[in-house]
C-alpha cells in the first residue's frame, strides 16, 4: 500500500487563487513565414473588392436600366464638341436624366460609350432608361425634319426657302442652275449645310431625269434630257391638275411638232422677271410681244432654258404626253381647263369663260378697281394678258395659242395657251 503524499494544509486566500495556466502553444514556423501573411491579407482584400464589385455592379444596373424621369417623349439638342459633363448638364437640365448627373457620367464610362457620343437633335421617348438615353446618342439617330420644295418654284426662289429655314446652317455659294433641282419632300437633321441640300436635291434630279428619259416616247419632239425638262417646267406652270399634266404637254408637242409658237404666258413672265418667278401684276398687251429669248410669243420653238424646276409628275407627262390632236386649251371656270383641236371650238370654249366671268362680275357686290381695257375681256383671276388681235380678214390656219391664266380673260379673236 502506497503512501499518499501528505497534504500541506492551504490558506483560504491561496486556495481561491488559480492554479498557474500553462502558456499557449507556439504558432509554427510555417505560419509565421511573411509570404503566407501577405497571401492571407490579398485574398482578404480580393474578397472585399469581388463583394463591392457586384454589390455595386447590381446597384449600377439597376440604375442604368431603371425607368428614367421623363414624362412624354422630348427633344434635346446635344450641341456640338460638348464633353460628357457638358452633354450631363443638357439632360439633366431639359428633365431626361434626374438630378443625379454623375450616374449618368458613370453609366457612359461603364458602357464604354465616351468616345462615341454624337452631337446632333435626339428625341427621348417618355421614361427613358440611362441605358436607353445614352443608346440613342451613341447610335447618333438624330431627328429628320421634313422639308418640302413645292414644284414650279425656280432656283433663286428656292434658294430663297432654304435660306429663311432656320434648321440649315452655311449659305449657298452658287446660285444652281434653272431646272437641275428636284422639288420633293426631304429630311434633315438640324445643322445640315444648304451646300449639302442643294447637291442633294440636284442629285435626285439626275436620277429622277435618267429613269424617266430611258422611258420617254421616243416620237416626241425633244432631242436631249435637258430640253425635256424646259418642256416640262411649261407644263408645270401651266397647270397645277394632276390629270392634265400629260394633256397640257400634248397640247406643246403637238404645237412643236407643227411648228406652232408654244405661245404660253409663263414664258413671258420669266423672260421679264427672270429667277424672282413670279410678276406681281397682270402682263401688259405690249410685254406679249416684246423681245425676249424664253417669250414663246416671239421665239419658235422652246425657250433656251427651264423657266423653273419641274416635279417628277410634270417630267413624266413631257416624256410621255396624251395621245391627242389637242392645240389650245382655256380655263374652264371651275379650276381646270378646255381643250380643243380647232380654232373654232376654241372660240367656243373662250366665249364660255367670258360668259362665266360676266356672270361672276355681275353678282360681284364691289365694282372692280381697274376695268379692263376695252380690247381685253377679264378670263381668269390671276392674271391678264391679250395677245395682240389677228387679222380680221382671214382666220389663222395655224392658231396662236390662247393667253390667258394670269388674270385677263383670252381676247375675242386670239387664241393662246391658258397659263396655270
Same mark, same amino acid.
Given at each position: ?6 497534504? #500541506? ?5 491561496? &486556495? ?10 507556439? =504558432? ?23 463583394? @463591392? ?67 446632333? $437633335? ?8 440611362? +441605358? ?18 413645292? $414644284? ?41 449645310? /444648304?451646300?449639302?441640300?442643294?447637291? +442633294? ?13 430611258? +422611258? ?29 399634266? #400629260? /394633256?397640257? @404637254?400634248?397640247?406643246?408637242?403637238? =404645237? ?13 413672265? !420669266? ?13 401688259? =398687251? ?10 414663246? !410669243? ?24 396624251? +395621245? ?18 380647232? !380654232? ?9 369663260? =367670258? @360668259? ?34 389677228? &387679222? ?21 379673236? #386670239? ?6
Amino acid at each position: 500500500m502506497s503512501e499518499r503524499p501528505p497534504i #500541506s494544509p492551504r490558506s483560504p486566500r491561496a &486556495a481561491l487563487e488559480p492554479e498557474q495556466v500553462p502558456p499557449p502553444p507556439k =504558432r509554427s514556423e510555417r505560419a509565421r513565414n511573411p509570404f503566407i501573411v501577405v497571401g492571407n491579407a490579398i485574398i482578404t482584400f480580393i474578397l472585399f473588392v469581388m463583394i @463591392a464589385v457586384g454589390g455595386t455592379y447590381i446597384y449600377g444596373k439597376q440604375k442604368i436600366e431603371a425607368p428614367g424621369p421623363l414624362q412624354e417623349d422630348k427633344v434635346v439638342n446635344i450641341p456640338a464638341r460638348a464633353g460628357v459633363t457638358d452633354i450631363a448638364d443638357v439632360l439633366q437640365r431639359e428633365g431626361v436624366i434626374d438630378n443625379n448627373r454623375w450616374a449618368f457620367i458613370g453609366s457612359v464610362f461603364a458602357l464604354k460609350a465616351r468616345s462615341e457620343l454624337k452631337p446632333g $437633335e435626339y428625341q427621348f421617348q417618355k421614361n427613358a432608361s440611362l +441605358r436607353d438615353v445614352i443608346g440613342t446618342i451613341v447610335e447618333g439617330k438624330v431627328v429628320q425634319h421634313s422639308v418640302t420644295i413645292p $414644284e414650279g418654284l425656280t432656283s433663286e426662289q428656292i434658294v430663297a426657302r432654304l435660306s429663311d429655314n432656320d434648321i440649315f446652317s452655311g449659305s449657298v455659294r452658287e446660285l444652281p442652275r434653272e431646272g437641275t433641282l428636284l422639288p420633293e419632300t426631304y429630311k434633315f437633321p438640324r445643322g445640315t449645310p /444648304r451646300d449639302q441640300v442643294i447637291a +442633294r436635291m440636284q442629285q435626285a434630279q439626275k436620277r429622277v431625269l435618267a429613269e424617266i428619259w430611258e +422611258r420617254r416616247n421616243p416620237d416626241i419632239p425633244v432631242k436631249t434630257p435637258e430640253q425635256l425638262v424646259t418642256l416640262a417646267s411649261i407644263v408645270e406652270k401651266e397647270t397645277g391638275k394632276a390629270d392634265e399634266r #400629260s /394633256r397640257v @404637254a400634248s397640247v406643246f408637242v403637238n =404645237r412643236l411638232r407643227q411648228k406652232i409658237k408654244l405661245q404660253s404666258d409663263p414664258t413671258i413672265i !420669266y423672260g421679264l422677271v427672270g429667277g424672282k418667278g413670279t410678276l406681281g401684276r397682270p402682263i401688259k =398687251r405690249s410685254e406679249i410681244q416684246q423681245p425676249s429669248p424664253y417669250n414663246t !410669243y416671239v421665239v419658235d420653238g422652246l425657250p433656251p432654258g427651264p423657266i423653273a424646276n419641274p416635279g417628277r409628275a410634270s417630267l413624266e407627262a413631257a416624256a410621255n404626253p396624251a +395621245r391627242t390632236r389637242d392645240l389650245f386649251f382655256v380655263a374652264d371656270g371651275t379650276g381646270g381647263h378646255a381643250f380643243s383641236d380647232t !380654232y373654232d371650238v376654241h372660240q367656243k370654249n373662250v366665249a364660255k369663260l =367670258r @360668259a362665266m366671268e360676266k356672270q361672276i362680275q355681275n353678282d360681284t357686290v364691289e365694282p372692280a378697281d381697274d376695268p379692263p381695257p376695252p380690247a381685253a375681256a377679264n378670263a381668269s383671276a390671276d392674271a391678264p394678258a391679250a395677245p395682240p388681235k389677228p &387679222a380680221p380678214a382671214k382666220k389663222p390656219a395655224r392658231p396662236a395659242p390662247l393667253l390667258p391664266r394670269q388674270g385677263t380673260a383670252p381676247p375675242a379673236a #386670239s387664241a393662246p395657251v391658258d397659263q396655270q
